[in-house]
């Protein structure tokens, strides 16, 4: 059993509220939500930070852009827009070491 908290709701060990979810990602609700949408992105496969990640790793972190789009989209967000938001280690606010990506929508400020 891994102690990643994201690779354990990627193996449905860990109860999430899911969005999305293709071969390569998966999308749930944001468990603290700091804007009206807050969903989280992530690559199925484990990827640390954006602040370790290889060429190898590029593939898995543009599909999750991708799915943000499709998010977007299904969302009701695409004419509207949204803000895509990855932190990067301690001093970037990074908490969970599973890269993600932030979907935050539905307001101005979508989350700073
Ligand atoms: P970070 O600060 O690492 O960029 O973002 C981590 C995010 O994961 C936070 O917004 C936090 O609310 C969320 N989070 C942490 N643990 C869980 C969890 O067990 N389930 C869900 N759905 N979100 C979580
Ligand atoms: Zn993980």
Redesign the pocket.
């Known amino acids: 059993m891994t102690d990643c908290?994201f690779c354990r709701?990627i193996a449905r060990q860990?109860p999430?509220d899911i969005e999305y979810e293709d071969d390569a990602v998966l999308a749930?609700?944001?468990?603290?939500p700091k804007a009206p949408v807050h969903v989280?992105i992530v690559p199925k496969r484990h990827i640390a930070s954006v602040m370790t990640m290889e060429p190898g790793d590029t593939e898995a972190l543009g599909r999750c852009l991708l799915a943000a789009r499709r998010l977007g989209e299904a969302k009701g967000f695409a004419g509207r827009g949204y803000r895509l938001r990855v932190?990067c280690g301690s001093e970037g606010?990074?908490?969970?070491d599973h890269v993600?990506v932030?979907f935050l929508a539905g307001g101005r400020a979508t989350g700073a």
Request: hydrophobic share 45%; no cysteine; net charge neutral.
């Open positions: 908290v709701i860990h999430a749930f609700k944001d468990i603290y989280l932190n606010g990074q908490v969970v993600h932030h």
